[in-house]
Antibody, heavy 116, light 110 residues
């Protein structure tokens, strides 16, 4: 069964840092681009970042560029999102999603709350 | 980054047909088409359709997608209570080098 499991979300103060993980199973991880997509409480989906299967092809949304870094460890079938200089507006559920033509498989999400 | 435009809400009756729209430009929807996702309250999104009208396995034939110019559409026939959800469109924007989402349409089945 194809599965994505996010972790690492928690309450963090403004200006702080957090590292999210997404453990993948049930498919050839290195063959697929992977995304992070977030959803603020009561709001719509917002794309955050993508990374190609071999670690290239990295792109970011303007709202996180320079603060967030996406990476992956194909030996451990794990996707990461390093988030620095966090702001209140980064508060959201963060989903990882596998790309096969589009976002075909999603994790259950992990909640990040930025507040003092 | 500019997103795609979707109507905030659509209401239709049981067993009726709903058509949801998603308007972008020639750099996104008009270029490679749009993907459509369904999200029930409290759950992760689910892919319904990608590119022109490709459905992942397990997605009902009641869901069909199309595109005309810079506007994509999702038609849901024979509306069922379980179709009540938020629907999002998304596309790769070649000028922004970014994926963009629509604001979402809340579908109510009366």
């Amino acid at each position: 069964e194809v599965q994505l499991l996010e972790s690492g979300g928690e309450l963090v103060q403004p200006g702080g840092s957090l590292r999210l993980s997404c453990a993948a199973s049930g498919f050839t991880f290195s063959s697929n681009a992977m995304h992070w997509v977030r959803q603020a409480p009561g709001k719509g989906l917002e794309w955050v970042s993508v990374i190609g299967g071999r670690g290239g092809g990295i792109y970011y949304a303007d709202s996180v560029k320079g603060r967030f870094t996406i990476s992956r460890d194909n030996s451990k079938n794990t996707l990461f999102l390093q988030m620095n200089s966090l702001r209140a507006e980064d508060t959201a559920v963060y989903y990882c999603a596998k790309e096969k033509d589009a976002f075909d498989i999603w994790g259950q999400g992990t909640m990040v709350t930025v507040s003092s | 980054q500019a997103g795609l435009t979707q109507p905030p809400s659509v209401s239709k009756g049981l067993r009726q047909t709903a058509t949801l729209t998603c308007t972008g430009n020639s750099n996104n929807v008009g270029n490679q088409g749009a993907a459509w996702l369904q999200q029930h309250q409290g759950h992760a999104p689910k892919l319904l359709s990608y590119r022109k009208n490709n459905r992942p396995s397990g997605i009902s034939e009641r869901f069909s997608a199309a595109r005309s110019g810079n506007t994509a559409s999702l038609t849901i026939t024979g509306l069922q209570p379980e179709d009540e959800a938020d629907y999002y469109c998304s596309a790769w924007d070649s000028s922004l080098s970014a994926w963009v989402f629509g604001g979402g349409t809340k579908l109510t089945v009366l």
